[in-house]
């Protein structure tokens, strides 16, 4: 997503620019592919917030916004037992009302001592300034949370989910500032909260609509092209090609990265890796993920929405299957659940099969009827590294998207953006770099101008 | 003034019944050598199957009134007010309506029963306080959902939705609460919370080809009315005058051509969608009854040597491939035949089971039977019988009522009934009589305009 927005943001400032991915197909980590059956395979579940300013415009702008389908205003939780606590926004009232009040009359997750201490708690960071929330990046969320007065069974039963859904991290883990952005996103903007999906998968929804957008303004798009180093001459303090898998070297004016960052320290020469910014990149790691895909005979969450999950390791889910109209349009019947698997570390040695099987465990404790239908087919893809890990302390890590080499720009949600790791971050850090990139070319055709 | 009605089920028969009254000259076309749709009834070397299992409500008040003036109102034999619900081991769970107001006989019936918790009954009393309180306008909002998504949102623990709700709604619409709108089941509430015998369930006391269509054929032909079972419409015939589309006559499969003043097209949706033209699918009206969809639906009939129930009643239940199921020859009379129980059990949600072959889905019902009459299992099978329909009712999944077509069509002689057309009533029987009742409304004020417009 980073690199594609970079490209459309390059182009339309009148860049010649090509595309290099080392799979067949596009997307990175909202790609999505299909198995033997047909079926569609995604490298994870993904959802579009109306806080996703960025990525909605982006999506207008290249035509692909009707793809979307918007929600109820909901965020639903469900717990073991079966039982589902729906958060419901009413449309009525404004934010950061309209939050408060979903607080104030939830049922379930929350007893009303705990509502009253969320309430409190919460007015941190909406009126807190983005300097206030850059500043808790020393802190876990968990211990922010306790500092803070909100209670435990929040933590477990409500923020600890939110985190694994954002990061795949616990709250133990990861930094107070992922959780207080997208809070203070939610409590400044009306619809932030509202979540959207694709119709069908990214393939055929975003992706290949997508470059055919790019191809028709002139972007060159090269699959199978991996690059296995990054060339940079140090006499001239510049980068001088990207070499490729198959030894050729691939030339342009200006480069830049838009790989995730384990891939991008692979291919980085040690005169760069000892260099700023790029020896904070050592700092920064993906975090492992599994999403999960249960195709069942019948629908069995009758929730049309997404469902966060508390205390399990099936983070966040959705029944696609009734959401998507390309996945109930010639189903036969079936319905498909994609379940975001977080924490994941610790069954990443299981196979298929057993992680299937503790998943559907979990699962049917939540949706007791889920135990009378059949499971017809299951898939899971593994991500060994995906998003960045936001824990503390990284975020003085993360690079802005123009370097210390002033032809070598980055891009990626591990970039200095206000979005972290999401879509959104994505398309905003690629937005950015070709800012960045552009105000560059605008010095260098100053100075060069110059007497 | 003569009318064509195409399809002879309960919507066809009481439109049909309606404009015979009205004086019309009327001719009822029904593929099928049997009356009845979705409510039929045959014999199979003298068994007598039917397509399905059929229950009155007390809130049917409009196909009550019908069967009181076709003569067949005495033909339904009322239960104890009370709903039974079958668990393993042959235990049964009752909830008693008693006979004082609503919506007390429901607050009584619903905590003074053993299938769910005290905390689980008090969820599920405290929710239904909005359906009751609500207009029916109201209830009609909550089609943006399904069931399962309103149960969480008014609170309900989720053991009332898997024991004794999801069981309510796949005998209602064969969909699980999963998949069914909220709007079916919330407006089941209302009617209920409203009036005491809303909830009263009666049977027929015998097959319905006999037992009711018969009545209903007597009527229209009584009042000079004709019925061709037998009769599959092709098409329909559009001619298109400069006064707009009207329909010119309706070819027969055999190539004959009825003509008429006007058409009612009571046939179920997949049946209505081969008549229509292609060309009418222009027009949005027509476009939507291709955008609706039907639910399949599997009935198994199994006979017995010997009484294996004498609860003369219906009962749900939520351990068993099928939702609800009654012993035929205790709580229907002339079914009552070969000295022995005649179970019926109504399969849902059939689309799991529907590439197992009859035998085996036989075998699935009679297997969860036995575990929840025990003493069945003694029994022996005289003969049983597995009624498959690809195409029953509607598919009352969310969002799908603003698609509901309504009885008069943008044809000025051309009125639409069926379950699927706009009624409070959705896929039930009742819901089909009143589609009749205002399918002949509608074609009879739709032909005075025309004839009244000046040419």
């Not at chain 1, 969450?301 to 099936?314: A, D, E, K, M």
């Not at chain 2, 039977?369 to 969310?398: D, F, G, M």
Request: include cysteine; proline fraction near 6%; charged fraction near 20%.
């Amino acid at each position: 997503m980073a690199g594609l927005s970079a490209a459309k943001y390059l182009s339309d400032l009148g860049y010649r620019v090509t595309v290099l991915e080392k799979r067949e197909v596009a997307g990175g980590k909202a790609s999505s592919w299909q198995d033997a059956d047909g079926d569609w395979l995604e490298s994870g579940l993904h959802v579009f917030f109306g806080a996703y300013r960025n990525l909605l415009a982006f999506l207008r702008e290249t035509g692909l916004y009707d793809n979307l389908v918007w929600m109820p205003h909901a965020l639903t939780f469900s717990s073991a037992g079966g039982k589902l606590s729906p958060l419901v926004f009413p449309g009525a009232l404004p934010a950061p009302l309209h939050g408060l009040a979903a607080i104030a009359r939830s049922r379930g997750v929350l007893t009303h001592p705990d509502k009253l201490r969320t309430g409190f708690g919460l007015l941190w960071p909406i009126l807190g300034s983005q300097k206030y929330i850059d500043s808790q990046d020393k802190l876990t969320w968990k211990r922010w949370h306790l500092r803070h007065g909100l209670s435990r069974r929040s933590l477990g039963d409500f923020f600890d989910t939110m985190a694994l859904a954002l990061n795949f991290l616990p709250s133990s883990e990861v930094s107070a500032k992922l959780l207080l952005t997208v809070l203070s996103h939610f409590g400044k903007e009306t619809d932030a909260s509202r979540v959207a999906f694709l119709k069908g998968s990214p393939e055929l929804r975003l992706f290949r609509p997508l470059l055919a957008y790019l191809q028709a303004r002139g972007v060159n798009v090269r699959f199978n092209s991996k690059v296995r180093a990054v060339r940079y001459s140090e006499d001239d303090g510049a980068v001088t090609g990207f070499e490729l898998d198959d030894g050729s070297v691939a030339k342009g004016d200006i480069y830049l990265s838009a790989m995730p960052v384990h891939n991008l320290w692979k291919t980085l020469p040690p005169a760069l890796r000892a260099k700023a910014p790029f020896e904070g990149l050592r700092h920064l790691h993906g975090v492992p993920v599994m999403t999960v895909q249960l195709y069942f005979d019948r629908p069995v969450t009758g929730v049309h929405n997404l469902i966060f999950s508390s205390r399990s390791h099936i983070s966040v889910y959705a029944e696609l299957g009734a959401i998507c109209p390309d996945f109930h349009e010639g189903s036969a019947g079936r319905s498909m659940v994609e379940l975001v698997v977080a924490p994941a570390a610790e069954w990443f040695r299981l196979d298929d099969a057993a992680v299937v099987a503790r998943v559907m465990e979990e699962f049917t404790a939540r949706h007791p009827l889920a135990g009378q239908a059949i499971l017809v087919k299951s898939t899971v893809v593994r991500i060994p590294q995906s998003v960045y890990r936001a824990l503390p302390g990284m975020d003085r890590y993360r690079p802005n998207q123009a370097t210390s080499v002033p032809n070598f720009f980055l891009c990626g949600d591990y970039t200095r953006q206000d979005y972290l790791a999401s879509m959104e971050g994505a398309v905003l850090s690629g937005k950015q770099a070709a800012q960045r990139i552009s105000v560059a070319g605008l010095n260098a055709v100053t100075q060069h101008s110059r007497p | 003034m003569k009318v064509a009605v195409i399809g002879g089920g309960l919507a066809g028969l009481t439109a049909a019944a309606d404009l015979a009254d009205a004086g019309a000259q009327v001719v009822l076309l029904e593929k099928r050598s049997v009356l009845g749709g979705k409510v039929s009834s045959w014999d199979t070397d003298g068994w007598p199957v039917e397509s399905g299992l059929h229950i009155f409500f007390g809130c049917y008040t409009e196909l009550l009134t019908a069967l009181k003036r076709v003569g067949a109102y005495s033909n339904i034999h009322w239960k104890e007010h009370t709903i039974l619900v079958a668990r393993p081991g042959g235990n049964v769970s009752r909830f008693h309506f008693p006979n004082v107001p609503a919506p007390f006989n429901g607050i009584v019936a619903f905590t003074a029963n053993d299938l769910l918790t005290w905390s689980e009954k008090l969820t599920n009393v405290r929710a239904l306080i909005r359906p009751w309180l609500m207009s029916l306008g109201k209830v009609a909002r909550w089609d943006d959902r399904t069931y399962a998504q309103w149960h969480a949102d008014y609170g309900i623990a989720q053991g009332v939705l898997t024991r004794w709700w999801n069981p309510i709604a796949l005998s209602m619409g064969f969909l699980s609460a999963q998949e069914m709108s909220a709007r079916p089941m919330t407006t089941v509430f209302h009617h209920f919370s409203r009036k005491a015998d809303a909830s009263r369930i009666g049977f027929l006391d015998g097959p319905p080809g006999e037992r009711m269509h018969r009545y209903f054929a007597e009527y229209i032909t009584a009042r000079g009315g004709e019925i061709r079972t037998g009769s599959r419409v092709a098409e329909l015939l559009v001619d298109s005058p400069d006064t707009g589309p009207i329909i010119s006559g309706v070819k027969l499969e055999t190539g004959e051509v009825v003509e008429a003043d006007g058409y009612v097209l009571a046939a179920p949706l997949h049946s209505a969608r081969k008549m229509l033209p292609g060309t009418l699918r222009a027009m949005p009206y027509f476009d939507n009854l291709w955008r609706l969809k039907s639910v399949p639906v599997m009935n198994v009939q199994v006979w017995f040597d010997r009484y294996v129930s004498r609860t003369d009643n219906l009962f749900f239940t939520a351990d068993a491939p099928f939702s609800v199921f009654a012993d035929l020859a205790v709580t229907s009379p002339l079914y009552d035949r070969t000295g022995g129980s005649v179970v019926s059990m109504a399969v849902a949600p059939a689309q799991p089971l529907w590439h197992l072959t009859d035998d085996e889905i036989i075998q699935k019902c009679l297997d969860a039977l036995y575990k929840l009459w025990p003493r069945s299992r003694q029994a022996a099978i005289l003969h049983k019988s597995l009624v498959k329909i690809p195409n029953s009712i509607y598919r009352e999944t969310p969002g799908s009522d603003a698609l509901r077509p309504t009885q008069k069509t943008p044809i000025a002689n051309l009125a639409l009934a069926g379950d699927y057309t706009q009624q409070d009533y959705m896929a039930s029987m009742e819901g089909a009589v009143r589609s009749g009742h205002r399918a002949a409304r509608a074609l009879l004020t739709g032909m005075s305009e025309v004839r009244t417009s000046p040419i």
